[in-house]
């Protein structure tokens, strides 16, 4: 082990001036006191470099989705839905939001465990690709296709017979609710074809928030493989092969941003065989958590300073139940810190050790457990970084009754 103890990757997507983070061009003071706290931002600028870093690095034959369950907030996903090749979903409440941003229906899928028969009626209304993930969703939409005389888009979603290693969150390999297991793929392929359905491919998602390239690598090269074996069985020739994603971004202390070049490498030689294997094929990756993550902060305000034995609390006015990831609380086995600063205070030298806590009357409200921080007073604003995926939509806010979150798109 290395004696220096690791530290958190740079934040240095943010601009600092005059003692202020910028976000979208604006000193999160003036944001604060545009909105009111707690609030999350998100930067457009950002998530458009983002969004054009990735089109460098991958092949042009490789269409880029954004898997919107990372953050569904309808003005992201509009500005998202101009910039990659195609939305996906996970619940009809989902598609709603996509379709009133502009997303194209050929260009949206829909993923997910128990899909309601109103959702995949929608769905089917819709035009978009069902990610099909058991044989009951076959057998609704046949009658769903009949009903509305419109064959249902199917893909089906490959449950593999391998994990993604080094992953946040498995969600393929072994017994898992989502997709149908690789072994039973054959059957569900002949059901779809006597149903009927349009069959256009094939789904695999291995995992999430990998940061390791070789992982990603490696996965990306068995879901091919797996789908050229499954593709024999197909009753009509395959033209989407979604690939998944699953790339990371830094959150803890000692990891570092992932090198997306590899990566890109690979899928440009995937895409070449594809030109061979499955000639009408089109490569997809669907991200979420990657392309908007970096993008956001989370803002809330010191109300209280107390000093309790010895130790600092800063207490401010949201905590876990706006950002339940960053208090440790979504998924994670070992709580460890988000990066966190006094954006108010960023040319600050001076330091302390301090705890960053919300309102909430809990011991889980934790956001920040006793980092080096700028001394911060009441009327401070504590910034988290990170905070552009899996926030307010993935957290309890009706927990205590305190306010909704506010969220904003600057820049
Ligand atoms: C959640 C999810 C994603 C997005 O995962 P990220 O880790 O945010 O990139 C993509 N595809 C499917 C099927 C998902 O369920």
Redesign the pocket.
């Known amino acids: 082990m290395d004696k220096t103890s690791p530290v958190h990757a740079p934040m240095s997507q943010f601009a600092v001036a005059g003692d202020e983070l910028m976000i979208g061009g604006e000193p999160v003071s003036r944001l604060a006191a545009r909105v009111g706290t707690p609030f999350y931002a998100y930067d457009r600028g950002l998530l458009s470099k983002r969004v054009a870093e990735l089109r460098q690095a991958l092949p042009a034959a490789v269409k880029l989705h954004y898997?919107m369950?990372?953050n569904p907030m309808p003005a992201l996903v509009a500005h998202m839905a101009g910039r990659v090749d195609g939305i996906?979903v996970?619940s009809a409440g989902e598609l709603k939001v996509a379709l009133d941003a502009g997303a194209e229906p050929a260009e949206i899928s829909f993923?997910?465990p128990g899909k309601r028969e109103a959702e995949l009626s929608a769905a089917v209304a819709a035009g978009i690709l069902v990610n099909l993930e058991s044989f009951r969703e076959i057998g609704l939409l046949a009658g769903i296709s009949q009903q509305l005389g419109l064959p249902a888009r199917v893909a089906v979603r490959v449950n593999p017979d391998f994990e993604l290693k080094a992953s946040g969150?498995k969600?393929g390999g072994g017994p898992k609710q989502f997709g149908i297991d690789a072994e039973a793929v054959p059957q569900a392929l002949a059901e779809i074809g006597k149903a009927g359905l349009a069959f256009e491919g094939f789904?695999l998602?291995a995992g999430?928030?990998n940061l390791k390239p070789e992982a990603i690598v490696e996965a990306q090269q068995k879901s091919f493989e797996l789908a050229l074996r499954l593709a024999q069985d197909a009753p009509a020739p395959v033209k989407v092969l979604n690939l998944?994603?699953?790339?990371?971004i830094p959150y803890f202390a000692g990891e570092t941003r992932l090198d997306i070049a590899p990566i890109g490498a690979n899928l440009a030689q995937l895409a070449e065989r594809a030109k061979t294997a499955l000639p009408q094929a089109e490569l997809v990756i669907?991200?979420?958590?990657?392309l908007v993550g970096e993008a956001g902060v989370y803002v809330t305000r010191v109300l209280d300073r107390k000093v309790s034995r010895g130790q600092v609390f800063l207490v401010c006015d949201g905590g876990l139940n706006h950002h339940l990831a960053a208090s440790g609380n979504f998924g994670q086995v070992i709580r460890k810190n988000y990066p966190v600063a006094i954006g108010n205070k960023m040319d600050a030298t001076a330091r302390e050790i301090a705890s960053v806590v919300g309102p909430l009357c809990t011991p889980l409200d934790l956001l920040a457990d006793r980092m080096e921080l700028a001394p911060a007073e009441p009327g401070d604003l504590v910034v988290v970084f990170q905070s552009g995926?899996?926030g307010a939509s993935a957290s309890p806010q009706a927990f205590l009754s305190h306010p909704p979150v506010a969220e904003i798109l600057v820049g």
């Open positions: 898997a369950k990372a996906d996970a993923a997910g969150m969600m789904h998602f999430s928030q998944g994603g699953g790339f990371g669907e991200l979420g958590r990657y995926a899996y």
